[in-house]
């Protein structure tokens, strides 16, 4: 490829609503270019790089057994009412009415489908195990698309079903998608982390995701250095950080703290560490008629320590509360307590609630909390004496940095990633619901046991650049740069030499496979270099009137920036020895 046949257009400065490093660099590098808000035209520079890693996840895909097919952008309604996620499913998901007044979704995902697929194809036992997968567009209605290709509301995604006769298959299937998933990410030269995950809305109960690691990451990792557990802060357990509960030593009292609402303000005023305080948070479960209509609500008294948050994942598993749980309004507060939130606690209700506590607050003595009465506190608080015991004790807070490992072998540390892939073993969730089965080798039907496997192919380029840049642009790992090698001639229009030895160079790298483009635009050498630069080209060639009447040509990798002098007989050779290195 010549640069001057193809569309090389760049940016000194990103669009002012660029908001995050890969979103402006690729915008100043003419790899995308916005259309409307999370909705972008790839360009042909960015296009490059995304068939790169389409190419590599095919490569991989297919040798674990996987076989591609192509399902629609458009879905019906009819699929999705059978497993019940058109009502499930919130605004994030765009439907619409065909002309004959039809429902019709556009895919944010495509389980019904390929479930759809199982049931129609799939009849025998003996045609197990099989795995489809494709890579398609999806759109999703984010309520605030951000951060460019990061989340954006059109997007490509690679997603992977397996259909397996049992447990124990689908277990081997699983495993062979996580270790394909490994080999995708290491070759595409990503420093990432698998981590046990929550299922979320889509099912299942076993679920790793692969983060690529980056500062500027939406997700925590949590991890422990002294041993392979890795898991996102939404499951990492938190254990108890006292072993059993004290003793309790002093009397309970109600304490004064004016204007006081929050345990940090508390804490101070008492002169005592925020880790004597426990926080108060109301949640409320609804019990709903055929109607919708509500017909019962509990409230729901969750205590967590004062340095510590909630988990909001993990409340959503506490037994009888569930994930549809709100927060309570300051109307059923008041009701329920008898003043706003700020001086709430356990001690005194007016009306019943269920108490939920954290392991680590079950295990607290001569704590401190709310009165229900504003501008006052309790301290020296202790179960059993002052208040019952809690009707639940459970994980329910995310860890901290510190925190002792679930495995025992060391305390976590806590990173930022970017969520790039997904495992999930689905079971037979969707196949019950859709009727999808099989005839086993006892002649009875059963049941598909499913898994799903998600890349998201577009935010992979997002990730890597947010992972491997610097102040001068891009720095792609070579396996997705939008082309491996960059010849610079310098003075093309000039100098007949030049023109010769860097075309002579083009050829014998593209003849030995290389992707090569060589810059033949005639720019001064400093536009040239910064162009580069900025698109991440791993490696440059440059090439002179001057060098070459030294016996020299220039060679320099992005990453690193050092320069080698070397001659141009030689150059070719080395190239390709640093590419296949």
Same mark, same amino acid.
């Given at each position: ?187 595409? /030269?990503?420093?990432?982390? =698998?981590?046990? #995950? +929550?299922?979320?809305?889509? !099912?299942? @109960? ?5 983060? *690529? ?45 004016? /204007?006081?609402?929050?345990? =940090?303000?508390? #804490? +101070?005023?008492?002169?005592? !560490?925020? @880790? ?5 948070? *109301? ?299």
């Amino acid at each position: 490829m010549r640069a001057s046949q193809f569309h090389l257009f760049t940016l000194k400065e990103a669009p002012s609503d660029a908001e995050v490093v890969s979103q402006k660099l690729m915008l100043r590098a003419g790899m995308i270019r916005k259309v409307a808000a999370g909705i972008y035209n790839y360009m042909p520079m960015g296009l490059r790089s995304i068939r790169k890693v389409e190419a590599i996840i095919r490569d991989e895909l297919d040798r674990a057994g996987a076989m591609e097919v192509v399902m629609p952008i458009v879905q019906p309604a009819e699929l999705w009412q059978e497993t019940g996620r058109w009502d499930k499913m919130g605004p994030e998901m765009l439907r619409f009415k065909d002309r004959h007044d039809r429902d019709f979704a556009m895919q944010p995902t495509s389980e019904e489908v390929v479930t759809d697929i199982a049931r129609q194809e799939l009849k025998s036992y003996r045609q197990l195990p099989k795995n489809f997968y494709q890579i398609q567009t999806k759109f999703r209605d984010e309520r605030r698309p951000r951060f460019g290709v990061m989340r954006g509301r059109e997007f490509v995604m690679k997603d992977a079903y397996s259909f397996d006769r049992d447990a124990e298959a689908a277990g081997r299937s699983y495993d062979n998608m996580y270790a394909t998933y490994c080999r995708i990410f290491d070759r595409i /030269g990503l420093e990432y982390r =698998a981590v046990a #995950a +929550d299922t979320g809305a889509i !099912g299942g @109960d076993r679920s790793h995701e692969f983060q *690529v690691i980056a500062d500027t990451g939406e997700d925590a990792i949590v991890y422990c250095p002294d041993s392979d557990y890795a898991a996102n802060i939404e499951l990492a357990e938190a254990l108890a950080l006292q072993a059993v509960r004290g003793e309790a030593r002093v009397a309970l009292e109600k304490t004064p703290t004016p /204007g006081k609402a929050t345990c =940090a303000d508390v #804490a +101070d005023l008492l002169q005592v !560490g925020l @880790d004597t305080t426990v926080k108060s948070l *109301v949640l409320a479960s609804d019990e709903t008629d055929d109607k919708g209509e509500v017909v019962k609500t509990t409230l729901w008294l969750l205590l967590v320590r004062g340095d510590h948050s909630l988990n909001e994942v993990k409340a959503g598993k506490i037994e009888g509360l569930g994930s549809d749980f709100r927060f309570a309004t300051e109307t059923e507060i008041i009701e329920h307590f008898g003043c706003k939130p700020g001086y709430l606690g356990p001690i005194g209700l007016r009306k019943p609630v269920r108490v939920v506590a954290d392991r680590s607050v079950a295990n607290m003595a001569d704590f401190i909390c709310g009165a229900n009465e504003e501008d006052f506190h309790y301290t020296g608080v202790n179960w059993g004496r002052d208040l019952p015991e809690p009707d639940f004790v459970a994980d329910i807070r995310n860890v901290v940095e510190g925190d002792p490992s679930p495995d025992g072998k060391g305390v976590l540390a806590i990173q930022r990633g970017i969520e790039v892939g997904h495992v999930f073993y689905l079971g037979n969730k969707y196949s019950k619901a859709m009727n999808a089965s099989f005839l086993d080798i006892d002649g009875k039907p059963k049941h598909f046991e499913m898994g799903c496997y998600g890349i998201g192919v577009t935010r992979i380029i997002g990730a890597a650049i947010e992972q491997n840049h610097d102040e001068r642009g891009i720095i792609w790992p070579a396996a997705i740069a939008p082309f491996e090698v960059v010849i610079c001639g310098v003075g093309w229009g000039k100098s007949e030499l030049v023109r010769d030895e860097a075309t002579r160079l083009y050829e014998t790298l593209k003849s030995a496979g290389i992707d090569v483009i060589l810059d033949d635009r005639d720019e001064r050498p400093g536009v040239m270099f910064a162009d580069w630069e900025l698109i991440g080209v791993p490696h440059r060639v440059t090439i002179g009137d001057r060098g070459l009447k030294e016996g020299m040509v220039e060679y320099q990798t992005r990453r690193d920036g050092e320069q080698h002098k070397l001659a141009p007989a030689d150059i070719a050779a080395h190239v390709i020895a640093q590419l296949r290195a």
